[in-house]
């Protein structure tokens, strides 16, 4: 079946400094590929995402790339601020050769992310 | 105007109550869902519907019925509520032709079973 696997948290880093959660993936063709983010207290908001193979999503400073040949799409950003902490997910859609999806989102562990100032 | 709202916001009930969790979408979208988070934050999907037809129905207790009166609404129906039911619950909708541009969630409902 599909899956999604997120590097563990939680992660604590210092504003500015660099972030990378990993994210890889196992799923049959070409998925969609997706990070939500969670602030406390809050719904799920899509950070970014990415339908296709070698394209980035970016968003709020967030990267990510999709790559099929390591099955991973990993989260970056270059400084990471005290208003990113939150917890963050990917997550993917499976591929559906007949136009419409009526595929589940799948979501990894969920990664949390706290940044002191 | 929120896209997709669920109420209550919090819910604090008794072991064996029945209650329900109502879910509301204006952005003209033909599926709805219902996720469940738990206290490790774990997400996992409950139910889906498609013009108000079922089309995922995940390992779930009997205790848990949807209903889907239009394509614009999902409702949730827990009878017997055990204490293992305390969670977060999410409602969230999408276009079923983009669905692979990813689905829109609501603030989320926190279920408490005491």
């Known amino acids: 079946g599909n899956s999604v696997t997120q590097m563990e948290g939680p992660v604590t880093l210092s504003e500015e400094a660099f972030l990378t959660i990993n994210c890889t993936y196992t799923?049959?063709?070409?998925?969609?590929l997706f990070w939500y983010v969670q602030y406390p207290g809050e719904g799920l908001q899509l950070l970014l995402k990415?339908?296709?193979?070698?394209d980035k999503g970016s968003n709020k400073g967030f990267e990510a790339t999709y790559r099929k040949e390591t099955t991973s799409f990993h989260l970056e950003k270059g400084s990471v601020q005290v208003s990113d902490s939150a917890v963050y997910f990917c997550?993917?859609?499976?591929?559906?050769?007949?136009?419409?999806?009526?595929?589940?989102?799948?979501f990894g562990q969920g990664t949390i992310l706290t940044v002191h100032p | 105007d929120t896209a997709v709202s669920q109420t209550p916001k919090y819910l604090v009930t008794q072991m064996g109550n029945d209650k329900s969790i109502k879910c509301e979408q204006n952005?003209?979208?033909?599926?709805m869902y219902w996720y469940k988070q738990d206290s490790k934050k774990f997400l996992k999907i409950m139910f889906s519907?498609?013009?108000?037809?079922?089309?995922i129905n995940e390992t779930v207790p009997n205790r848990f019925s949807p209903k889907s009166p239009d394509k614009a609404h999902l409702n949730l129906h827990i009878n017997s509520l055990e204490l293992g039911d305390s969670a977060v619950y999410f409602c969230?909708?999408?276009?079923?032709?983009?669905?692979?541009?990813?689905?829109?969630f609501g603030s989320g409902t926190r279920l408490t079973v005491v």
């Open positions: 952005l003209g979208h033909d599926t």
């Open positions: 990415a339908t296709k193979a070698d």
């Open positions: 969230a909708s999408s276009q079923a032709t983009r669905g692979r541009s990813g689905y829109t």
């Open positions: 799923a049959t063709g070409y998925p969609s």
């Open positions: 519907y498609n013009n108000k037809e079922l089309i």
């Open positions: 997550a993917l859609i499976p591929s559906n050769a007949g136009g419409t999806s009526y595929g589940k989102l799948t």
